[in-house]
């Protein structure tokens, strides 16, 4: 065959096989066109602007938004106002209390036998609660007469025996109420056996009494100047010893030496056996005279040599230590506490003349809150001339006074207090007292004090910011006077007249009432407390 012949065939078929390509390829793209058109939808164009508002303006449509709106703005304000409600009223969170259980009740002092033995003692530890009092302390507990203990490991016998006061310590335990027994560890009584051995000069005891022989220049006569706290000779002589005994204050109360390691020793026996009895603590009263200067010098204008000497500070320290391993607290009286480590609570009273001013009292209270380390005092008022020399409208001002200054009021119990086994009535101001104690302002808000009209008024704040405030004013002249408080920052226009002593409530309106600060007319020697 030839070749032309066969590029022919090739050419024919190729041609052919071409047409049949085209053929096929546009019977498959009419069917694609065929089958997209099939599912092609026609895009959704939504109503109209006409029959949108024919819709929208219907009373349905209309009622529906509006139930809508309300509602939401409704639950906004609802929840907005439910948030404020909880901030407000939720009762406000205060600091938790810095201080410890006898620094927060008044501290009530009172003859053991004014409890002891009595046959409506519920009824006497109720009443003591109902004034707010949670501390007692006892005195008047050992077996002597008052101060001159006979035996220190031994009660009164007007209290019955020590069994006695054990089951008494319970009780007022069970109630709620913390014990401290008070004790004088400076002297003993002359009838003490430990003197009378010591008188003997029994070897143990030979020392445990501040003894010196004197001198002698044709008369025999004490050592030194030293005087007691009568003003006379602080030195007394013992014919059977034939020497001068030291009493610090009568001469039937002599002097321990407590340069003797026994006699520290002694004392701390005595300290373990009443706290294994029951008592939660002790105030050591007098403790100032502890120490007399080893080599007897007299006493100076620039030398003290029978009381506060650095030997006391170390020896309370001492005594504070060992009480709080028995779980007790230690009170002490009339030493600086910042030179004592050891100690719970020093207690010293503010002792005042009948016809104290006003800067005198400002003064007194002023030196002895900066004189405290944390600034918690403890107050006693004593007058100076006699006892009960100050009118009863006026230890009325002073309780108020004690109550909310910063620190633990000392109340000394009326020896009639309970005389006849009669339980008086809660008064006005003591109950009063017990509510505005309980602020925490009394615990932790700020101190001003200060004096106004021409120095006859004494008064302080108290403030604390989201707890209520109070105002104490006392005029302290004879005359009415009027009073404008506006000195103090942020005292509001009008107060609250929460208390007031008898002769400032005959001018006032009736307590709980509200009063002008700027205008306040106050009775003369009279007081008010002003909430605000």
Request: aromatic share 12%; hydrophobic share 40%.
């Amino acid at each position: 065959m030839s070749l032309e012949k066969d590029d022919g065939a090739v050419e024919k078929l190729m041609e052919e096989g071409k047409k049949k390509l085209n053929t096929e390829g546009d019977k498959y793209d009419e069917l694609n066109k065929l089958e997209l058109s099939d599912h092609t939808e026609t895009a959704y164009a939504g109503m109209g602007k006409e029959e949108l508002m024919k819709y929208a303006n219907s009373p349905f449509w209309v009622r529906l938004r509006w139930l809508l709106f309300v509602t939401f703005w409704l639950s906004w304000f609802a929840m907005m106002f439910g948030a404020l409600f909880i901030i407000f009223l939720t009762p406000k969170c205060f600091p938790s209390s810095k201080h410890e259980w006898y620094q927060k009740s008044p501290v009530y002092i009172i003859n053991a036998s004014s409890l002891v033995n009595q046959s409506n003692l519920n009824e006497r530890i109720e009443y003591m609660q109902q004034l707010g009092v949670q501390n007692v302390v006892l005195t008047s507990v050992f077996d002597g007469d008052g101060d001159k203990v006979i035996n220190f490991f031994e009660v009164n016998k007007s209290l019955g025996s020590n069994d006695t006061m054990k089951d008494f310590i319970k009780n007022l335990k069970a109630k709620g109420m913390k014990v401290i027994l008070r004790l004088v560890p400076n002297h003993s009584s002359k009838t003490n056996m430990m003197f009378v051995r010591s008188v003997l000069k029994e070897q143990f005891f030979n020392n445990f009494y501040i003894w010196n022989s004197g001198s002698s220049n044709g008369t025999q006569h004490p050592i030194n100047n030293w005087l007691s706290v009568t003003g006379e000779s602080a030195w007394s002589w013992d014919n059977d010893r034939k020497q001068y005994y030291l009493h610090t204050f009568s001469a039937d109360e002599p002097d321990f030496n407590f340069r003797n390691e026994d006699v520290v020793n002694y004392f701390e026996e005595v300290f373990k056996y009443w706290l294994d009895m029951g008592f939660d603590g002790l105030y050591l009263d007098k403790v100032q005279y502890l120490f007399k200067d080893k080599d007897f010098k007299n006493d100076s204008l620039s030398n003290k040599a029978t009381s506060i000497l650095p030997e006391t500070n170390e020896l309370l320290s001492r005594w504070g230590n060992l009480i709080r391993n028995y779980s007790g607290v230690l009170i002490v009286s009339d030493i600086d506490s910042k030179d004592t480590k050891g100690i719970n609570m020093v207690h010293s009273s503010v002792t005042l003349t009948s016809n104290f001013t006003g800067e005198q009292l400002h003064h007194a209270i002023l030196s002895k809150t900066t004189m405290s380390s944390s600034s918690w005092s403890s107050w006693e008022w004593v007058c100076t001339d006699k006892p009960n020399c100050w009118k009863n409208e006026t230890i009325d001002a002073f309780s108020i006074l004690g109550s909310l200054l910063p620190g633990v009021p000392f109340i000394n119990a009326d020896p009639k207090l309970f005389e006849n086994n009669k339980i008086p009535n809660i008064t006005f101001i003591q109950s009063t007292l017990k509510e505005l104690r309980s602020m925490p302002t009394i615990e932790f808000g700020s101190f001003n004090a200060k004096l106004l009209n021409n120095y006859t008024v004494f008064a302080f704040d108290r403030v604390m910011s989201g707890s209520e405030s109070l105002l104490f004013a006392w005029n302290l002249s004879e005359n009415v006077t009027v009073l404008n408080l506006n000195s103090f920052d942020g005292i509001p226009a009008e107060v609250n007249l929460s208390l007031c002593t008898e002769s400032a409530c005959s001018i006032l309106p009736p307590p709980k009432s509200k009063v002008n600060s700027n205008q306040l007319r106050l009775a003369g020697e009279s007081a008010v407390v002003l909430t605000f």
